[in-house]
């Protein structure tokens, strides 16, 4: 019996949660271990080196829901494909021919060349696989990623450092690039048996595929002004408050977030996107009311049981797993709480807005919430010297972003409920 995109969309979603949890598992205990004996400069140097490059690379994530898309509606996987080729191409070149440079000679970091470039090129295989399962909603592959990567990687390193012989420097840039490297060799075999592989090509720049090409770079500006809003934060932070509250921000506060939306908000574009696309296009908009009504119910028992854990023990969890000096974090993460649901809802209404082509709405929803946490921070400080300041902004702009949303998924809800009544006096005289 054929699974529903409900039923699809919900399995998926579940065992994410599951893969997330575990590599994140994988990979925090791994920082803590290198932690104890690798010398914090080196630690800094390789985390630096890794958002640069990733910071480079990362707004090709953005194609991927333009390419669920438009695969959803045309079915032209060659020429969606080679778009994202050429341009996976050109940004790869990019950071190889000027943020490589710029690490070595501009930030002085002492990393050897073939790390660097390794890197740059595991990442770029990495993306470039990562966006093609999930224009082609190959679910389980994508999954089993998650945790494959980290695991591959520790492994890596204790042979390169143990067996090799490697500094705990090199150790780490050779594990990461040739875990990232399997996790695309992976993830291209495993593809490669279901879905034969479509041929380097020109490109046959149809309205279809100029639309696409419009979409991704909405797409691609929409993740960077994601991205933005959370430096925003740490900027705020540096420019108005102790080094102190920088701390609690960065070391408490930002990892919380993101740990949150990896689990809760990434599946939403990766696993439920592509399904309600699909449902669109087959005029399923039964499947779309119940994949709604089940991640509504879900966003609100998650955003409650984080808001009544952090209302009743935040100082103990913070407490437990950082020192004292991070005590004043507590608070800081409770107000992050309660607005948390929020951030899920919206991730689900900017899936249903993206899902009908509408990537314009969706970066302009973007740039709003980052308009709003900017206004909302300045009249903050008005009344408050607080750093809460800087969360409540945060969540301001997040609050605003779910009433945009809200109101540009209501508007086409009634229009595809008007679309139906309308068609129904044809089909009965048909």
Request: charged share 15%.
């Amino acid at each position: 019996m054929t699974e529903s995109s409900f039923e699809r969309a919900k399995h998926a979603f579940t065992n994410a949660i599951w893969a997330t949890f575990a590599s994140m598992s994988l990979g925090l205990a791994f920082k803590i271990w290198l932690a104890q004996w690798v010398e914090k400069g080196d630690l800094a140097l390789y985390h630096t080196v890794v958002d640069i490059v990733s910071m480079s690379l990362i707004l090709l994530s953005g194609f991927r829901a333009s390419m669920v898309v438009s695969f959803s509606k045309t079915k032209n996987d060659r020429d969606i494909t080679n778009i994202f080729r050429y341009s996976l191409i050109i940004m790869v070149l990019f950071t190889w021919g000027l943020v490589l440079p710029y690490i070595k000679h501009q930030l002085n970091i002492d990393v050897e060349y073939i790390q660097l470039v390794g890197i740059i090129l595991g990442m770029g295989f990495k993306v470039y696989f990562t966006n093609q399962i999930g224009m082609y909603r190959l679910y389980d592959i994508a999954n089993k990623t998650i945790w494959i990567e980290p695991l591959v990687q520790i492994i890596l390193f204790l042979v390169c450092y143990y067996l090799l012989a490697q500094t705990p420097t090199a150790s780490l840039f050779f594990s990461l690039m040739l875990s990232n490297l399997a996790a695309a060799a992976y993830m291209f075999l495993k593809r490669r048996k279901l879905i034969a592989t479509t041929p380097l090509a020109p490109v046959q720049l149809t309205p279809d595929m100029r639309n696409f090409v419009k979409k991704s770079v909405m797409s691609s500006l929409e993740v960077g002004a994601s991205i933005l809003m959370v430096y925003i934060t740490v900027l705020l932070t540096i420019g108005y408050f102790t080094i102190d509250e920088l701390g609690d921000f960065q070391v408490v506060v930002r990892p919380m977030i993101a740990y949150l939306t990896m689990l809760f908000v990434f599946p939403v574009y990766r696993y439920i996107l592509p399904e309600l696309a699909q449902c669109l296009k087959n005029k399923e908009h039964q499947q779309i009311a119940q994949i709604r009504k089940w991640f509504f119910k879900l966003s609100l028992g998650v955003s409650a049981a984080l808001l009544t854990g952090l209302l009743l023990f935040s100082d103990e969890l913070v407490a437990l797993v950082f020192p004292e000096t991070y005590a004043k974090a507590a608070p800081i993460l409770m107000h992050f709480a309660l607005f948390f649901g929020f951030m899920m809802l919206n991730a689900y209404q900017i899936a249903y807005i993206k899902s009908h082509g509408l990537f314009l709405q969706s970066l302009l929803i973007r740039l709003l919430g980052v308009a709003t946490l900017l206004i909302m921070f300045y009249l903050l400080r008005l009344v408050t010297d607080n750093v809460v300041a800087v969360i409540l902004a945060l969540g301001s702009g997040y609050l605003t972003m779910f009433i945009a949303s809200s109101i540009i998924e209501r508007k086409l809800l009634k229009q595809h409920q008007f679309n139906e009544l309308e068609n129904e006096p044809k089909l009965a005289s048909e």
